[in-house]
């Protein structure tokens, strides 16, 4: 159909033709519209602004702290908690742990760890025998200063 031939319709026909089509075009956007992703809107509330004070309500007054306030360099200089609390933490660290700063220790036949309190694992590499590496454990311990019977050693 082109266009001279629309021209010979009655104008009832064309009118008819045009809402048909209006009516498709709305149906369209209509199922479009429904699958489209929702985007949710908040009404935006215009509370009013609260009125201002009156002026002859009478408002606090700020006052100064009553207590003396410090400098950083004053709080530093005061002792907190228990002064001797980092020398009790050492001296129980080094009771339960005291090759501590010598671990782990590690040779050419094994390596020295602990794996609890006052309880060493010592991790033989190959070929080593559990014999010679205990006599040399033991002999590494007490040239620290520390009683071998202290400690539980598990050779693996």
């Known amino acids: 159909m082109d266009i001279s031939a629309l021209k010979k319709l009655p104008a009832k026909y064309i009118l008819i033709i045009l809402l048909v ?32 004070l009156s002026s002859s309500i009478p408002l606090p ?7 003396p306030l410090s400098s950083p360099e004053a709080i530093k200089s005061k002792e907190r908690g228990d ?8 001296e129980n660290l ?14 050419n036949e094994f390596k020295v760890i602990y794996s609890k309190p006052l309880q060493l694992t010592v991790e033989l590499k190959l070929n080593v025998s559990t014999q010679s590496a205990e006599i040399k454990v033991l002999n590494w311990i007490q ?7 202290t400690h539980k050693i598990i050779f693996k």
């Open 21 to 52: 089509l209006g009516v498709l075009v709305l149906v369209a956007l209509k199922f479009l519209s429904a699958n489209a992703p929702q985007q949710k809107t908040v009404p935006f509330s215009q509370s009013p602004l609260p009125k201002p």
């Open 61 to 67: 007054s700020v006052k100064t702290p009553s207590f």
């Open 83 to 90: 002064p001797n609390f980092k020398k009790t933490i050492n």
């Open 94 to 107: 080094f009771k339960y742990f005291p090759l501590l700063k010598e671990i782990p220790y590690e040779t």
């Open 143 to 149: 040239s620290k200063g520390v009683n071998p019977s």
